[in-house]
């Protein structure tokens, strides 16, 4: 896969980012850092069902629904432990279900929602305003449904037939609550990352080939490795500025309808906007965290080989790497 998308996608990425940034900065200089990251984080959330030609209603609820896992993890980690712990792994495994009836309507409509549950599950305790939080995330939403309706950037859905998509939510609301609540339990720091990883690897993609799969999963298991890895090494800085670039790349294979490419460039670009520590939260990583992501990014490889072998028959001759439409 080229890193670059075609050179209309890119231009028109990059007219579509430019609001993008103006709001953020001006969270930034209003509210606070957390406001600024709040919406760059809601406008990946938002671009996986602002970019589908669909209409208005069905893009707006799969924002809401990753707007409420977002506040479905924070008043679960609110909770007095255990409680939260259980709240906090029914949260997360409800936004995996949800995606069954979502991925019906275009595969990958709110794969960002167990991501932000868990986000806000394991830094709920160090957020102290909630509130803004959720917010900035809305105006992210908002943002980036209207950008996309004003340029006219949308592709055609990919719907999923609903045996996979009901399989590929069952696969991902059990991984990802196991995950989570391993993570809690063991008070592993960053735990989402393992979240991460299983929503954004294990997709209901049922037209790929075999070759295109393991790409897309090498693609995204690299992307976590690397974007944990700078963020240990880059100052704060470096890190956001890495993030943007990687919120204009996801944009710009989202207009050009590759979903592979699109969901490569929101794995980094979360995962530096989450733990970037430019919120305040103490941000502390060491070689085990590194250790534990590269763990959860081989099962959640191994989780998306068994899932896609489960539902794709054999080709003629025997083999199993001719195309299949969704």
Not at 147 to 154: C, M, S
Not at 188 to 211: C, F, K, N, Q, S
Not at 288 to 302: D, E, K, M, N, S
Request: charge should be positive; aromatic fraction near 4%.
């Amino acid at each position: 896969m080229h890193v670059l998308p075609p050179r209309p996608a890119l231009k028109a990425a990059a007219i579509a980012l430019a609001p993008v940034i103006v709001v953020a900065a001006a969270g930034w200089l209003l509210v606070g850092p957390l406001a600024a990251i709040g919406i760059v984080l809601g406008v990946v959330a938002g671009s996986t069902s602002a970019t589908v030609k669909l209409p208005w209603r069905d893009r707006v609820v799969a924002c809401a629904l990753c707007l409420a896992a977002a506040a479905g993890g924070l008043l679960a980690a609110a909770a007095p432990v255990p409680w939260s712990i259980l709240c906090s792994v029914l949260v997360v495994a409800a936004t995996g279900m949800l995606q069954a009836p979502l991925n019906r309507w275009s595969s990958g409509m709110i794969v960002q929602a167990p991501l932000l549950a868990a986000i806000s599950a394991t830094t709920g305790a160090v957020v102290s305003q909630p509130l803004v939080a959720l917010g900035a995330l809305a105006v992210g939403m908002v943002l980036v449904l209207v950008i996309a309706a004003v340029l006219g950037l949308q592709a055609p859905p990919t719907p999923a037939e609903p045996r996979i998509a009901l399989r590929h939510a069952v696969a991902t609301a059990v991984s990802c609550g196991v995950a989570l609540g391993i993570a809690l339990a063991f008070q592993i720091d960053h735990g989402y990352w393992l979240v991460v990883t299983l929503a954004l690897v294990l997709r209901p993609v049922r037209h790929e080939t075999v070759p295109t799969a393991r790409a897309r999963v090498t693609g995204t298991v690299v992307g976590v490795v690397i974007s944990v890895a700078l963020v240990i090494v880059m100052p704060t800085a470096a890190v956001l500025m890495l993030a943007m670039a990687c919120v204009l790349l996801s944009i710009a294979w989202g207009i050009a309808a590759d979903v592979r490419g699109s969901t490569i460039f929101a794995t980094p670009a979360i995962i530096l906007m989450a733990s970037s520590g430019a919120a305040g939260a103490v941000v502390e990583f060491g070689l085990l965290r590194l250790v534990l992501t590269v763990i959860g990014a081989l099962v959640a490889a191994l989780l998306a080989a068994l899932l896609y072998r489960a539902d794709a028959p054999a080709a003629p001759g025997g083999g199993e790497s001719s195309p299949v439409e969704s």
